[in-house]
């Protein structure tokens, strides 16, 4: 039986990730920075792990805890709405310590063990944001981006090893709180310099009023694929809007 851990489990992807796999006779680690209890079913072949991806110390813990693995899903992530003249370098750092960073560092925590035995999965669940050029998105989608350009020289650098690594690109979807996360709650005329407050308006409306949207199930399905897709394929878009934007360009 098969192990897959995935970060940033507690909601949203990553939360149906860990249920499609689960349901489909894997052991999966789930983990989370602060572990809830009743987020997901309890089960022997399911386990909540803490783990934050900025730490190296839990890092470390959480693949001890772990033990043996088959597939790592980078999931975890912190989202960002905003315009970059008004963000604070300190909100541009936090973005990538997790969003960049941590998946680096949970992926070198985790190849010893993939390289050694010939065979594992690294998937690095990004955003469709990669696929086009979108407002309000600068940090965002430069945190994103990296980890693209990440995983696809490191996939040739593991190849040779048997292993693979590959990234799942998910568009926007309705029913995360991803946009409550982003801006803390806070109102655009609050998060954005005043001269940027009018179009900023017109950027999330035209945003809100599109018709294509993803939903949670399209990115578990889609890591699912991802993992046991054997064609070589790198990039995995996942929904309607992702799907639709990676055709256009």
């Avoid at 072949?45 to 813990?61: F, G, M, Y």
Wanted: some cysteine.
């Amino acid at each position: 039986m098969k192990t897959v851990l995935i970060t940033g489990a507690s909601s949203g992807y990553g939360r149906e990730t860990a249920l499609c796999f689960h349901t489909r006779g894997w052991n999966v680690i789930a983990t989370m920075r602060t572990p809830r209890a009743g987020v997901l079913p309890e089960s022997d072949r399911l386990r909540v792990v803490e783990l934050d991806v900025t730490k190296p110390e839990s890092v470390t813990a959480a693949l001890e805890a772990a033990g043996p693995l088959d597939v790592l899903v980078n999931n975890a992530g912190i989202p960002s709405i905003s315009v970059f003249e008004g963000t604070p370098m300190a909100r541009v750092r936090e973005v990538f310590e997790t969003n960049t960073f941590g998946v680096m560092a949970t992926t070198q925590a985790v190849l010893p063990q993939f390289r050694e035995r010939g065979s594992g999965v690294v998937v690095n669940v990004t955003s469709s944001v990669v696929l086009g050029h979108m407002p309000l998105s600068a940090v965002y989608k430069a945190s994103k981006m990296a980890v693209e350009g990440f995983t696809a020289s490191l996939a040739l650098e593991l190849a040779p090893f048997g292993v693979q690594a590959k990234t799942v690109e998910p568009g926007a979807c309705l029913t995360t709180n991803f946009a409550a996360r982003a801006t803390n709650g806070g109102s655009l005329e609050e998060l954005v310099p005043a001269p940027y407050v009018p179009w900023a308006k017109k950027a999330m409306d035209d945003f809100t009023g599109q018709e294509l949207f993803t939903k949670e199930s399209d990115v578990a399905e889609t890591v699912w694929r991802a993992v046991h897709d054997t064609t070589g394929q790198l990039r995995f878009p996942a929904g309607a809007d992702a799907v639709w934007l990676a055709q256009a360009k």
